[in-house]
C-alpha cells in the first residue's frame, strides 16, 4: 500500500457526461500528479499541483481540469466525455516539488464510458 | 516531437536468466530518465538517473544512463517469477518541462 487513496476504483458512465476523480495522497507528501494510462497511449502524464498551484501540464484535454484543495487532496474534472476517455486513471503524490523525484502510486480509478 | 522508446516490446526468460531492457530518448531540455515497475497496478519508482555513466544498483536491478547516445538500460540479474511486470521508462524534459513515458516492456518469467 503506497499510502495514495484513489475513489472510486470503477466508474461507468455515458458519453458527454462529467465525472469527478478524487486522490488522496500521502501524508506529508505536497505534489499531486495525474496521470492516464490507456492501450493504445500508454502511461501519459497530465498535470501536477504543488501544495495547492499548478505546477506542471503535460497531455491534458481542455475537457480535463484539476486542482488540489488546501487539504491537499486532488479531484480531476473529465468534462464532455467520449468513449476514447476510457482509461486507468492514477494519482500519485511525492514531497518535492519536481517532475523527476520518487513519486507514489494509487491504485488507479477505471473509467469507462459506454 | 519528444519521444521515448523502449524495447523490446515484449520478452520472455526462464528463471534465472539475465535482462536488459533498453530505453532511448529524443527529449529536448532532457533533466532525467525514471524506471519504474508495473505490476497489476500502479507503478513502482525504481530508479532516477541524471548522469551519465553512474550505476544506480537495487539488490539484483541496476540501471545507467548514457546522455551522449541518448539512452539507459535496466538490467536484472538472476530473475525471479516475481520480476514479471511492465517496465516503464519515463524522461523529464521537453520544452515545457514535462514528463514523457515510453510504451513499456512486458517481461515475463517463467519457473
Known amino acids: 500500500d503506497s499510502g495514495v487513496t484513489q475513489t472510486p476504483k470503477h466508474l461507468i458512465t455515458a458519453t458527454g457526461q462529467r465525472v469527478t476523480l478524487r486522490c488522496s495522497p500521502r501524508?506529508?507528501?505536497?505534489?499531486v500528479y495525474w496521470y492516464q494510462q490507456s492501450l493504445d497511449q500508454g502511461l501519459q502524464f497530465l498535470i501536477q499541483?504543488?501544495?495547492?498551484?499548478?505546477?506542471a501540464k503535460g497531455n491534458i484535454l481542455e475537457r480535463f481540469s484539476a486542482q488540489q484543495f488546501p487539504d491537499l487532496h486532488s479531484e480531476l474534472n473529465l468534462s464532455s466525455l467520449e468513449l476514447g476517455d476510457s482509461a486507468l486513471y492514477f494519482c500519485a503524490s511525492s514531497v518535492l516539488s519536481t517532475l523527476d523525484t520518487e513519486a507514489f502510486f494509487g491504485q488507479g480509478t477505471r473509467l469507462t464510458v459506454v | 516531437e519528444d519521444k521515448v522508446v523502449q524495447s523490446p516490446l515484449s520478452l520472455v526468460v526462464h528463471e534465472g536468466d539475465t535482462v536488459t531492457l533498453n530505453c532511448s530518448y529524443e527529449v529536448t531540455n532532457f533533466r532525467s530518465l525514471l524506471w519504474y515497475k508495473q505490476e497489476k497496478k500502479a507503478p513502482t519508482f525504481l530508479f532516477m538517473l541524471?548522469?551519465?555513466?553512474i550505476e544506480k544498483k537495487s539488490g539484483r536491478l541496476s540501471s545507467i544512463l548514457d546522455k551522449k547516445e541518448l539512452f539507459s538500460i535496466l538490467n536484472i540479474t538472476a530473475t525471479q517469477t516475481g520480476d514479471s511486470a511492465i517496465y516503464l521508462c519515463a524522461v523529464v524534459g521537453g520544452a515545457t518541462n514535462k514528463l514523457i513515458f515510453g510504451t513499456g516492456t512486458l517481461l515475463a518469467v517463467q519457473p
Open positions: 499541483y504543488y501544495n495547492g498551484e499548478e505546477r
Open positions: 541524471t548522469s551519465s555513466g
Open positions: 501524508s506529508g507528501d505536497l505534489s
